[in-house]
T-cell receptor, first 111, second 114 residues
Framework: DAMVIQNPRYQVTQFGKPVTLSCSQT?????MYWYQQKSSQAPKLLFH???????NEADTPDNFQSRRPNTSFCFLDIRSPGLGDAAMYLC??????????FGDGTRLSIL | GDSVTQMEGPVTLSEEAFLTINCTYT??????LFWYVQYPGEGLQLLLK?????DKGSNKGFEATYRKETTSFHLEKGSVQVSDSAVYFC?????????????FGKGTLLTVNP
């Protein structure tokens, strides 16, 4: 089945130690998104790629960056994680402005 | 700015009960409206959508009608099942242009007991 796959499902890192989360898709969608979802809160868009064009939300901290080496893969890099960055990170894809398809998320814990 | 307000949860119902989860929005213009569902341990799945006023979205027995006059998109189901237990998110996005951002409500946890 075509899908959005996030690895790993659970990630633990140390305060200040860089961490990378991965997302891959078999849907051949041209748009990929990263959302942050803190406990009992709404998912919040961090940024998205339209093809290779990167679009950052105005309130996304500089600590968060992303790479999209090809259509199928997208990475979320957190350069120096703080305790406040502990959250579920959701990857989503879409074909243009059609509805978004989500992965199962990566839960990030900071020690 | 744009915002979505959902009724506070959690909501606990018995099987076969009627479900309503209220959702209202604040936005300029005419957004598209969505309901997403998140089952335990999984990502969000699109449940239904409506793109213009008076549209009714429906799927798996769930319905929601886009009410421009009351800026609402309430989710309803006539008879819930245990398998409907999940978190439900209301969301909006502007149609057209290049606005890809989904704005979500905080989610409503539904628990259905046998």
């Amino acid at each position: 089945d075509a899908m959005v796959i996030q690895n790993p499902r659970y990630q633990v890192t140390q305060f200040g130690k860089p961490v990378t989360l991965s997302c891959s898709q078999t849907l051949n969608h041209n748009v990929m998104y990263w959302y942050q979802q803190k406990s009992s809160q709404a998912p919040k868009l961090l940024f998205h790629y339209y093809d290779k064009d990167f679009n950052n939300e105005a309130d996304t901290p500089d600590n968060f960056q992303s790479r999209r080496p090809n259509t199928s893969f997208c990475f979320l890099d957190i350069r120096s994680p703080g305790l406040g960055d502990a959250a579920m990170y959701l990857c989503a894809t879409s074909r243009d402005l059609r509805p978004q398809h989500f992965g199962d998320g990566t839960r990030l814990s900071i020690l | 700015g744009d915002s979505v307000t959902q009724m506070e949860g959690p909501v606990t119902l018995s099987e076969e009960a009627f479900l309503t989860i209220n959702c209202t929005y604040t936005a300029t213009g005419y957004p598209s409206l969505f309901w997403y569902v998140q089952y335990p341990g999984e990502g969000l799945q699109l449940l239904l959508k409506a793109t213009k006023a008076d549209d009714k979205g429906s799927n798996k027995g769930f319905e929601a009608t886009y009410r421009k006059e009351t800026t609402s998109f309430h989710l309803e189901k006539g008879s819930v099942q245990v398998s409907d237990s999940a978190v439900y998110f209301c969301a909006l996005r502007y149609s057209g242009g290049s606005n890809y951002k989904l704005t979500f409500g905080k989610g409503t946890l539904l628990t259905v007991n046998p």
